[in-house]
């Protein structure tokens, strides 16, 4: 009786982690990361506010306290208090 339970345990367990596997986003074939892909995330060191496309530095109020999105430094206007 116990090792039909702890069977039933076991089958119930993998259920789950199928059905977390399939909400897993999937990597389509031949999707490939690049250096390049890699090293332009990291370059984006600045916040760009999306409403005025106001660019901020990490010094600013605004760098990740706004409704915005990272960039590059040479995006969008700079902030008139901080630089940008």
């Known amino acids: 009786m116990k090792s039909v339970i702890d069977m039933k345990i076991v089958l119930a367990a993998i259920a789950i982690l199928l059905n977390l ?12 990361f ?3 892909d890699i090293h332009a995330e990291a370059r984006k ?3 760009l506010t999306i409403s005025g496309n106001i660019r901020h530095n990490k010094s600013c109020r605004w ?3 706004s409704k915005g999105r990272p960039c590059r430094k040479d995006e969008g206007r700079a902030c008139k208090k901080c630089g940008g």
Request: charged letters at 5%.
């Open 21 to 32: 596997i399939s909400v897993l986003p999937s990597v389509g074939e031949g999707t490939q």
């Open 34 to 36: 690049s250096n390049g």
């Open 45 to 47: 060191t600045h916040w």
């Open 63 to 65: 760098y990740h306290n």
